[in-house]
């Protein structure tokens, strides 16, 4: 199985490869994409106009790849880059999911950093085997807003509940962090690769 983790200039590259080997993947870090892979990882930290205008060289091949039923998972930045556009500061996203990315409210320490609870609203494969909730490490400013609630697999509290898991078919994203989130975070890795298998 071939699994890349997209290394476009935003992302904590060596905590995701570490993982992925830790439950069986033999993962490849690479700026380019080559030959379709059987999985997609990407990762992202930092700002999202920054994020997008370096992804941007690869949109045709993402969207592509998207066409073809490939798993795809965003992690933090990653997973709002699924989205079409963001507030800070502007910049289009992937638009694989419809909707856009807010700020954190004004009532709370932004960013969130920590561990806190992801409560499951709905099913997916990603989340099989972690119950109603877990504890996930978080670290961001800024949440999707999904235009269907369809797409919302788990929500988190934080001055507001915020989908903290999103999926559509072969898309899957995570506000939170699943290479530093222990256990439930190395189950969802498991089951992302389960995807590739299926």
Aim: hydrophobic share 40%; net charge neutral.
């Amino acid at each position: 199985m071939r699994v890349v983790v997209l290394d476009y200039g935003v992302g904590n590259l060596y905590s995701i490869r570490h993982s992925l080997i830790r439950v069986g993947a033999n993962p490849e870090v690479s700026p380019e994409i080559g030959t379709p892979p059987d999985a997609l990882i990407l990762p992202g930290v930092g700002n999202f106009v920054a994020a997008s205008n370096l992804l941007k060289r690869l949109k045709p091949v993402l969207h592509d790849l998207k066409e073809t039923g490939l798993p795809i998972m965003g992690i933090c930045l990653g997973m709002q880059l699924l989205f079409e556009s963001s507030e800070e500061g502007g910049g289009e996203g992937l638009g694989f999911l419809e909707g856009k990315v807010v700020r954190l409210p004004k009532s709370v320490k932004v960013p969130q950093i920590g561990w806190n609870t992801v409560e499951v609203k709905s099913y997916h494969e990603i989340v099989n085997g972690l119950g109603e909730e877990f504890w996930a490490y978080f670290v961001h400013s800024y949440y999707p807003q999904p235009k269907s609630t369809s797409t919302i697999v788990a929500e988190t509290e934080y001055g507001i509940r915020f989908p903290s898991i999103v999926a559509e078919k072969n898309i899957v994203g995570t506000q939170f962090h699943p290479e530093k989130s222990s256990s439930a975070g190395f189950v969802i890795l498991k089951n992302f690769l389960r995807m590739c298998r299926a």
